[in-house]
Protein backbone atom coordinates (compact mmCIF):
# COMPACT_ATOMS: atom_id res chain seq x y z
CA UNK A 1 0.00 0.00 0.00
CA UNK A 2 1.31 3.21 -0.91
CA UNK A 3 -0.53 5.35 1.62
CA UNK A 4 -2.62 7.91 1.06
CA UNK A 5 -2.23 9.96 -2.08
CA UNK A 6 -2.88 13.71 -3.06
CA UNK A 7 -2.99 15.27 -7.05
CA UNK A 8 -1.71 17.60 -7.87
CA UNK A 9 0.88 18.14 -5.23
CA UNK A 10 0.55 22.01 -5.97
CA UNK A 11 -1.59 24.24 -8.10
CA UNK A 12 -1.13 27.81 -8.82
CA UNK A 13 -4.39 29.54 -10.41
CA UNK A 14 -5.63 33.24 -11.16
CA UNK A 15 -8.91 34.24 -8.83
CA UNK A 16 -12.09 33.50 -10.23
CA UNK A 17 -10.74 30.20 -11.85
CA UNK A 18 -12.05 26.78 -10.63
CA UNK A 19 -9.99 24.16 -8.93
CA UNK A 20 -10.05 20.20 -8.62
CA UNK A 21 -8.15 17.84 -6.34
CA UNK A 22 -7.85 14.18 -5.45
CA UNK A 23 -7.54 12.25 -2.74
CA UNK A 24 -6.55 8.33 -3.14
CA UNK A 25 -6.85 7.14 0.32
CA UNK A 26 -5.33 4.08 1.43
CA UNK A 27 -6.96 0.94 -0.02
CA UNK A 28 -10.32 -0.34 1.84
CA UNK A 29 -10.30 2.57 4.54
CA UNK A 30 -13.94 3.75 4.46
CA UNK A 31 -13.62 7.09 5.84
CA UNK A 32 -11.92 9.91 4.57
CA UNK A 33 -11.51 13.61 5.68
CA UNK A 34 -10.14 16.97 4.35
CA UNK A 35 -8.67 19.45 6.38
CA UNK A 36 -7.30 22.95 5.07
CA UNK A 37 -4.11 24.34 6.57
CA UNK A 38 -2.38 27.70 6.28
CA UNK A 39 0.61 29.01 6.77
CA UNK A 40 2.08 29.00 10.57
CA UNK A 41 -1.86 27.05 11.58
CA UNK A 42 -2.31 23.42 12.37
CA UNK A 43 -4.81 21.89 10.02
CA UNK A 44 -8.42 22.46 10.24
CA UNK A 45 -11.41 20.56 9.40
CA UNK A 46 -13.19 21.13 6.12
CA UNK A 47 -15.76 17.64 5.74
CA UNK A 48 -15.53 14.04 5.82
CA UNK A 49 -17.03 10.70 4.23
CA UNK A 50 -18.08 7.49 5.38
CA UNK A 51 -17.80 5.67 2.20
CA UNK A 52 -19.84 7.30 -0.21
CA UNK A 53 -21.64 9.63 2.09
CA UNK A 54 -20.74 13.10 3.19
CA UNK A 55 -21.72 12.94 6.62
CA UNK A 56 -20.21 16.40 7.99
CA UNK A 57 -18.96 19.69 6.98
CA UNK A 58 -17.37 22.35 8.53
CA UNK A 59 -18.63 25.71 8.48
CA UNK A 60 -15.11 26.49 6.96
CA UNK A 61 -16.89 24.92 3.75
CA UNK A 62 -18.78 27.80 2.15
CA UNK A 63 -20.79 26.98 -0.68
CA UNK A 64 -18.36 27.74 -3.03
CA UNK A 65 -16.45 24.60 -2.13
CA UNK A 66 -17.69 20.95 -2.96
CA UNK A 67 -16.86 17.72 -1.89
CA UNK A 68 -17.69 13.99 -3.70
CA UNK A 69 -16.69 10.57 -2.90
CA UNK A 70 -18.81 8.71 -5.85
CA UNK A 71 -18.00 5.12 -5.56
CA UNK A 72 -16.65 5.16 -1.74
CA UNK A 73 -13.05 5.23 -3.03
CA UNK A 74 -10.85 8.58 -4.14
CA UNK A 75 -12.93 11.63 -3.26
CA UNK A 76 -12.19 15.17 -4.86
CA UNK A 77 -12.59 18.56 -3.65
CA UNK A 78 -13.55 21.41 -5.87
CA UNK A 79 -13.53 25.07 -5.31
CA UNK A 80 -15.28 27.46 -7.30
CA UNK A 81 -14.20 30.89 -8.08
CA UNK A 82 -11.49 30.93 -6.11
CA UNK A 83 -10.45 34.07 -3.94
CA UNK A 84 -6.51 34.95 -2.64
CA UNK A 85 -7.94 33.65 0.91
CA UNK A 86 -8.10 30.49 -0.17
CA UNK A 87 -4.41 29.81 -0.50
CA UNK A 88 -3.93 26.83 1.81
CA UNK A 89 -2.60 23.45 1.83
CA UNK A 90 -5.17 21.22 1.43
CA UNK A 91 -4.91 17.86 3.03
CA UNK A 92 -6.73 14.72 2.71
CA UNK A 93 -6.68 11.67 5.60
CA UNK A 94 -8.19 8.48 5.59
CA UNK A 95 -8.79 5.40 8.57
CA UNK A 96 -10.70 2.51 9.05
CA UNK A 97 -13.55 1.87 11.22
CA UNK A 98 -15.84 -0.84 11.82
CA UNK A 99 -16.61 -3.95 13.69
CA UNK A 100 -13.24 -4.14 16.21
CA UNK A 101 -11.11 -2.32 14.22
CA UNK A 102 -10.43 1.33 14.42
CA UNK A 103 -7.23 3.18 12.92
CA UNK A 104 -5.88 6.38 13.39
CA UNK A 105 -5.89 8.69 10.25
CA UNK A 106 -3.28 8.71 7.93
CA UNK A 107 -2.79 11.64 6.22
CA UNK A 108 -1.53 12.67 2.32
CA UNK A 109 0.91 15.25 1.05
CA UNK A 110 -1.00 17.56 0.20
CA UNK A 111 -2.73 19.80 -2.21
CA UNK A 112 -0.63 23.15 -1.88
CA UNK A 113 -2.65 25.86 -3.61
CA UNK A 114 -1.45 29.25 -4.65
CA UNK A 115 -4.43 31.90 -5.97
CA UNK A 116 -3.11 34.64 -7.76
CA UNK B 1 -15.66 25.53 18.54
CA UNK B 2 -12.77 23.38 20.52
CA UNK B 3 -9.59 24.97 20.51
CA UNK B 4 -5.82 23.42 21.47
CA UNK B 5 -3.07 25.65 23.16
CA UNK B 6 -0.10 23.88 22.37
CA UNK B 7 3.29 25.09 23.90
CA UNK B 8 5.92 26.31 23.11
CA UNK B 9 5.04 27.68 19.79
CA UNK B 10 9.09 27.16 18.82
CA UNK B 11 11.90 25.32 20.28
CA UNK B 12 15.85 25.44 19.52
CA UNK B 13 17.78 23.56 20.84
CA UNK B 14 21.27 21.36 20.97
CA UNK B 15 21.73 17.93 19.36
CA UNK B 16 21.32 15.62 22.81
CA UNK B 17 18.87 17.68 24.48
CA UNK B 18 15.49 16.04 25.48
CA UNK B 19 12.24 17.96 24.34
CA UNK B 20 9.18 18.77 26.13
CA UNK B 21 6.15 19.80 24.68
CA UNK B 22 2.79 20.19 25.80
CA UNK B 23 -0.90 20.66 24.58
CA UNK B 24 -4.35 21.98 26.61
CA UNK B 25 -7.92 22.51 26.06
CA UNK B 26 -11.22 23.70 27.53
CA UNK B 27 -12.88 20.23 26.67
CA UNK B 28 -12.46 16.81 27.55
CA UNK B 29 -10.92 14.44 24.54
CA UNK B 30 -11.22 11.24 24.00
CA UNK B 31 -8.46 10.55 22.39
CA UNK B 32 -5.11 12.44 21.90
CA UNK B 33 -2.60 11.79 18.93
CA UNK B 34 0.73 13.43 18.14
CA UNK B 35 1.60 14.24 14.45
CA UNK B 36 5.26 15.43 13.10
CA UNK B 37 5.49 17.50 9.77
CA UNK B 38 8.04 18.40 7.70
CA UNK B 39 8.14 21.29 4.88
CA UNK B 40 5.60 20.38 2.19
CA UNK B 41 4.65 17.39 3.62
CA UNK B 42 1.56 15.50 5.15
CA UNK B 43 1.38 15.36 8.77
CA UNK B 44 2.91 11.66 10.09
CA UNK B 45 1.42 9.91 13.14
CA UNK B 46 3.80 9.53 16.23
CA UNK B 47 1.54 8.44 18.74
CA UNK B 48 -2.20 7.60 19.45
CA UNK B 49 -3.20 8.02 23.04
CA UNK B 50 -6.89 6.08 24.23
CA UNK B 51 -6.81 6.52 28.31
CA UNK B 52 -6.45 8.96 30.90
CA UNK B 53 -2.89 8.26 32.16
CA UNK B 54 -1.59 6.34 29.23
CA UNK B 55 1.78 7.01 28.98
CA UNK B 56 2.75 5.73 25.70
CA UNK B 57 6.37 5.19 23.85
CA UNK B 58 7.73 4.92 20.25
CA UNK B 59 11.61 4.84 20.24
CA UNK B 60 12.80 8.22 21.28
CA UNK B 61 9.19 9.68 21.70
CA UNK B 62 7.04 9.15 25.11
CA UNK B 63 3.74 10.54 24.86
CA UNK B 64 1.00 10.54 27.98
CA UNK B 65 -2.32 11.25 28.25
CA UNK B 66 -3.11 13.52 30.62
CA UNK B 67 -5.01 12.52 33.73
CA UNK B 68 -8.40 15.03 33.74
CA UNK B 69 -8.77 14.10 29.59
CA UNK B 70 -7.88 17.97 28.88
CA UNK B 71 -4.39 17.50 28.65
CA UNK B 72 -1.37 15.62 26.49
CA UNK B 73 2.53 16.21 26.51
CA UNK B 74 5.13 14.79 24.43
CA UNK B 75 8.87 14.08 25.10
CA UNK B 76 11.62 13.71 22.50
CA UNK B 77 15.14 11.94 24.25
CA UNK B 78 18.04 12.65 22.77
CA UNK B 79 16.90 14.47 20.26
CA UNK B 80 18.93 13.97 16.68
CA UNK B 81 18.62 16.00 13.21
CA UNK B 82 16.16 14.29 11.84
CA UNK B 83 13.99 15.54 14.83
CA UNK B 84 13.63 18.84 13.25
CA UNK B 85 10.24 19.87 12.21
CA UNK B 86 6.52 21.25 13.21
CA UNK B 87 4.67 19.01 15.92
CA UNK B 88 1.18 18.92 16.08
CA UNK B 89 -1.25 17.26 18.51
CA UNK B 90 -4.84 16.32 18.04
CA UNK B 91 -7.49 15.81 20.18
CA UNK B 92 -10.72 13.80 19.39
CA UNK B 93 -14.01 14.65 20.92
CA UNK B 94 -15.92 11.13 21.73
CA UNK B 95 -18.23 10.15 19.26
CA UNK B 96 -16.80 12.90 17.04
CA UNK B 97 -14.48 12.14 13.56
CA UNK B 98 -12.88 15.38 13.09
CA UNK B 99 -9.23 15.72 14.92
CA UNK B 100 -8.95 19.10 16.16
CA UNK B 101 -5.32 20.63 16.17
CA UNK B 102 -3.01 22.40 18.23
CA UNK B 103 -0.83 25.64 16.51
CA UNK B 104 2.06 23.49 16.78
CA UNK B 105 5.50 23.39 18.23
CA UNK B 106 8.31 24.17 15.49
CA UNK B 107 11.76 22.14 16.74
CA UNK B 108 15.07 23.71 15.28
CA UNK B 109 17.90 22.19 16.44
CA UNK B 110 21.73 23.13 16.49
CA UNK B 111 24.05 20.29 15.66
Known amino acids: DTGVSQNPRHKITKRGQNVTFRCDPI?????LYWYRQTLGQGPEFLTY????????KSRLLSDRFSAERPKGSFSTLEIQRTEQGDSAMYLCASSLTGGTVNTEAFFGQGTRLTVV | GQQLNQSPQSMFIQEGEDVSMNCTSS?????WLWYKQDPGEGPVLLIA?????ELTSNGRLTAQFGTTRKDSFLNISASIPSDVGIYFC???????????FGQGTRLTINP
Open chain 2, 49 to 53: LYKAG
Open chain 2, 27 to 31: SIFNT
Open chain 2, 90 to 100: AGQLRGAQKLV
Open chain 1, 27 to 31: SEHNR
Open chain 1, 49 to 56: FQNEAQLE
